[in-house]
């Protein structure tokens, strides 16, 4: 595959940078939805402004500790610590929102079978692999430092806020990830 942006995969790339965050908007509301667009849009942005060649082996072992932290301490640690529920009394307002198909399907099987999938992509240098991979990151290491803001929202002093811990291991990874989007693995003429 070629590592050129084609007009198509730009175009799918912009429409599944939307679809997510409506999908929240639908089904969380415009609090979620916006930190939904913080890391898709700004992954493609990142895609679109920032070329990178580097390659899965340069980059899997920041993809996989991030996909891993993510998956084991972040979302552990949010569902532990009740974190819909605090947002929803603290801040929102509005209902605990409740576990559906199209909610299971629009914010856990979509972004995450990208995620998921991206090893693929990538091992084939095809820019969609390079897209999401933008969005993961994007998400992990500037979306999820919300739980930072979250505090400053309630009607409480500043203090701890479910997810927040995770974020301190969660995001460097990401951001670590990034770094290498960006520098490319010199090492191999990329």
Known sequence: MTTQKEQSNIIIAFLFSLLIP??????????????FLIGYLGGFILWISLPSRASWTFLKIPYWLTLFAFLFLHKV??????????????????TVPEFSVGLIIGLLVLPIGAWLILPLL?????????????????????SELAHYVFPFMTNEPYGYFPGMLSVVVLAPLAWWGMYRLVKGDHRFGL
């Open 77 to 94: 640690e949010e569902n532990r610590m009740k974190f819909f529920e605090v947002v929803s009394a603290k801040i929102t307002g509005g």
């Open 22 to 35: 409506v999908i929240g908007y639908y089904y969380l509301g415009a609090l979620y939805a916006t930190i």
């Open 122 to 142: 990538l091992k084939k240098k095809h820019e969609l692999g390079y897209y999401a991979v933008w969005t993961l990151f994007a998400s992990m290491g500037i």
